[in-house]
């Protein structure tokens, strides 16, 4: 997993910035970018490519965590252990968002440089 600060031209925000064109300071709407539906209209609406990159991120994120979902529902043995996956979920998409907050584009394995990548 790779971390790095944002720089203004990557999107991030300094002091004393006035937020981005959405009225939004940059950071707070990458953290409700990982809100599911809510990194969907970020994505549609916002032109800053930190908000971009993380909402992109929390969709790959979303599909991914809903196809290994379903995956191992149809294996029985796994299965059983299936109920992992939710909690699992719900603290990988804190941890995303406070990252977010703080300004780090945090990429994750694959995710993160697909993200990138289509930001």
């Known amino acids: 997993m790779a971390e790095e600060k944002a720089s203004p031209s990557q999107g991030g925000q300094q002091e004393g910035d006035g937020g981005s064109s959405e009225g939004i300071d940059p950071k707070l709407a990458a953290l409700l970018g990982y809100i599911w539906i809510i990194g969907v209209v970020f994505l549609l609406i916002s032109k ?6 993380h909402a992109l ?19 029985p043995v796994v299965n059983f252990f299936s109920w992992l996956l939710w909690p699992l979920y719900v603290v990988l998409i804190v941890v995303m968002m406070v990252k977010a907050y703080n300004g780090e584009k945090y990429k994750l ?5 697909l993200a990138e ?3």
């Not at 800053?48 to 990159?53: A, H, L, R, S």
């Not at 929390?58 to 379903?70: D, E, H, K, T, Y």
């Not at 394995?109 to 440089?113: A, K, L, S, W």
């Open 57 to 75: 991120q929390s969709i790959f994120l979303g599909i991914a965590w809903f196809v290994i979902a379903l995956i191992l529902s149809f294996v």
């Open 109 to 113: 394995p694959v995710i993160g440089d």
């Open 48 to 53: 800053d490519k930190f908000v971009k990159f």
């Open 117 to 119: 990548k289509n930001s």
